[in-house]
């Protein structure tokens, strides 16, 4: 029997290259091999992000809020202030970072399913100095994208350094790092990266790189502390043998395989390829008359969707989906919670498993007793896929 697609916001379905590497058996972290695979991921990053030479990927053993912590607790001394555009759950954890390393967090929220304007960013940047904005690329608990270009460039002009958490967003959304003056962006391995969980991943500007390094206070992390990374990072890109905490040997194998396979397609059409998959998903949702949690389609997410849950529908009938074939998630905003589900279509996800999807969720709803015309979803998102 076939198994249900895994179609939440991370982890996704990984492709089976990449599965093969998981298998392998592990060899040394300072096997020749392995310290030119290292060495090629780390290049390889870079070029995802559209970084230029002089930014400095880490790879680290972690999650994605091991990639916040690493980015903060280096960029953030006691005292600094920070502005934090929120667009939701993780927005809040971003927060919650920079004040446990001293920061004074100023928040400039948006409610659920809004965006922040570059023009509320000007405003909010005219009141006060910051040393710091950090901005939410996607929020996964709303589906609401930002605007990284146009947000970045009010910060800079302002004088901030930018921290972007592109978790729900990197190698899907478009995002041109060094074009943009992003200062840190930073993910995690389980979502559009295509590897499983465990890795911590951000890239770091000259900038960046130079405010850490005119620190006067010591980083308040341990295990994040750049001045033990930044060495061990040179080291494997120069394809030397180096040691400071044994790296996650089969996963750093296996994101390498994924990021060859995301720069053998081109960012480009990555990013494309993430619009049409979210167009065909969105239309189907609309088909069926759900509405979104995203206010304007103008500021949704191509790497998931949030359809709000119809009239006398409940998180009850995820477990329906999951029978059609499709595990989805429920909603995670506490504000919103029980009002919406999460699909996920991001990384390797294909034309097919967006309309198995689709058609999961037209056949769950309608044995929840929500009346909905067989196939006309499917005909929706047919349209916009192609
Ligand atoms: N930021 C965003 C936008 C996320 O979606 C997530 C995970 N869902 C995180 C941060 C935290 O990542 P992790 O769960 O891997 O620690």
Redesign the pocket.
């Known amino acids: 029997m076939s198994r249900p697609r895994l179609m939440i916001?991370?982890p996704i379905e990984f492709t089976d290259e990449v599965m093969a590497e998981m298998a392998r058996p592990t060899p040394s972290h300072v096997d020749p091999g392995f310290i030119d695979i290292f060495g090629q991921a780390l290049e390889d990053l870079r070029n995802v992000f559209l970084a230029g030479p002089d930014y400095q990927p880490f790879i680290l053993a972690g999650?994605?809020?091991?990639a916040?912590d690493s980015a903060v607790a280096n960029l953030i001394e006691p005292g600094h202030r920070a502005l934090v555009v929120d667009t939701g759950y993780?927005s809040q954890?971003m927060a919650d970072i920079v004040q446990r390393y001293g920061g004074e967090v100023t928040l400039l929220s948006a409610p659920p399913g809004e965006t922040i304007t570059p023009e509320q960013l000007r405003a909010a940047l005219t009141q006060k100095t910051y040393e710091l904005v950090t901005i939410?690329h996607?929020?996964?608990s709303t589906g609401v994208l930002t605007d990284i270009q146009g947000l970045t460039a009010m910060a800079k002009h302002a004088g901030a350094l930018v921290i972007v958490?592109g978790?729900?967003a990197a190698a899907a959304e478009e995002l041109r790092q060094a074009a943009w003056g992003v200062d840190v962006y930073l993910t995690?391995s389980?979502k559009a990266l295509g590897t499983p969980?465990g890795l911590g991943l951000l890239v770091a500007s000259p900038q960046a790189m130079d405010r850490w390094r005119n620190r006067t206070t010591p980083v308040g992390s341990y295990y994040s502390d750049w001045g033990y990374w930044l060495p061990i990072m040179k080291a494997y890109e120069a394809r030397q043998a180096s040691y400071f905490a044994t790296p996650a040997v089969n996963l750093v194998m296996a994101l390498a395989v994924s990021l060859r396979q995301i720069l053998d397609e081109g960012m480009d059409n990555v990013f494309a390829r993430h619009v049409r998959l979210s167009n065909g998903v969105k239309a189907g949702i609309a088909a069926m008359g759900l509405d979104q949690v995203p206010t304007d389609l103008a500021h949704a997410a191509h790497t998931l969707t949030c359809p709000r849950y119809p009239e006398g529908i409940d998180a009850g009938f995820l477990k329906y989906v999951r029978e059609e074939g499709a595990i989805l998630a429920g909603g995670l905003h506490p504000a919103i919670k029980a009002e919406y589900f999460r699909i996920g279509h991001m990384g390797a996800a294909s034309r097919s498993d967006v309309l198995t999807a689709v058609a999961a969720v037209e056949a769950g709803l309608r044995r929840a007793g929500y009346a909905v015309e067989p196939g006309l979803a499917l005909a929706a998102a047919q349209a916009e896929l192609g």
Do not use: I, K
């Open positions: 916001p991370g999650s994605g809020t091991l916040m993780f954890r939410t996607v929020d996964t958490d978790v729900c995690a389980q969980p």
